[in-house]
Nanobody, 126 residues
Framework: QVQLVESGGGLVQTGGSLRLSCAASGRTFSNYNMGWFRQAPGKEREFVAGISWSGRQTYYAGSVKGRFTISRDNAKNTVYMQMNSLKPEDTAVYYC???????????????????WGQGTQVTVSS
């Protein structure tokens, strides 16, 4: 079993920045790939960014590429997402997730993830 706890969400103006954190516990964090997803009101949950267990592989949704950066600190069992140049359309609940699939890979499909955090709200005002 694994527990994921997100933090760092909040209210920010357009063009501002936030840094989300996801603290993991319950198993060897460094062995598992991680991802961030988001869900806006009335919309389906969508992939935002992913990082492999080593940190060498990253992948971003087109809508956030160049603005968001995912990283991880395996010594602290934490994955981060730095979000810059935020837009109102980035408003959503952000979730981190992990999977137990083998390989140093990134997965952008929700069904590939086994464990999810409770989410943190990000609101970008215009």
């Amino acid at each position: 079993q694994v527990q994921l706890v997100e933090s760092g969400g909040g209210l920010v103006q357009t063009g501002g920045s936030l840094r989300l954190s996801c603290a993991a516990s319950g198993r060897t964090f460094s062995n598992y790939n991680m991802g961030w997803f988001r869900q806006a009101p009335g919309k389906e949950r969508e992939f935002v960014a992913g990082i492999s267990w080593s940190g060498r592989q990253t992948y971003y949704a087109g809508s956030v590429k160049g603005r968001f950066t995912i990283s991880r600190d395996n010594a602290k069992n934490t994955v981060y997402m730095q979000m810059n140049s935020l837009k109102p359309e980035d408003t959503a609940v952000y979730y981190c997730a992990t999977n137990s699939l083998p390989g140093d890979s990134v997965y952008d499909v929700e069904s590939r993830y086994d464990y999810w955090g409770q989410g943190t709200q990000v609101t970008v005002s215009s």
